[in-house]
């Protein structure tokens, strides 16, 4: 069993910056990645890093947000969100694909609220 851990929500203004972190309990993985979920909508991958260093972004994000692995704490990503908008409004979870049988985690999700 893998573990994530998120932290870094809360409430932000439009046009404000978050940054969010999910540490795992392991440091060897295909990829991990962002997704959210707002209210009444199907999650959605927000932007995701391989074991490699490719970044993938969603097109609503490019530009905007930064995905990024901890240089040290190889098992540690971070989510830099700038220019929020309240469409970026949701619980925001990490996600995690062993390198291995390519097991999916999910960890339980961080809220990030954008006020206009």
């Known amino acids: 069993q893998v573990l994530l851990v998120e932290s870094g929500g809360g409430l932000a203004q439009s046009g404000g910056s978050l940054r969010l972190s999910c540490e795992a309990s392991?440091?060897?993985?295909?990829?991990m990645a962002w997704y959210r979920q707002a209210p009444g909508k199907k999650r959605e991958l927000v932007a995701e890093v391989e074991n490699d260093g490719t970044r993938n972004y969603a097109g609503a994000v490019a530009g905007r947000f930064t995905i990024s692995r901890d240089s040290a704490k190889k098992n540690t990503i971070y989510l830099q969100m700038n220019n929020l908008k309240p469409a970026d409004t949701a619980v925001y979870y990490c996600?995690?694909?062993?390198?291995?049988?390519?097991?999916?985690?999910w960890g339980r999700g961080t809220q990030v609220t954008v006020s206009s």
């Open positions: 392991i440091s060897t993985f295909f990829l």
């Open positions: 996600y995690l694909e062993t390198a291995m049988n390519r097991n999916e985690f």
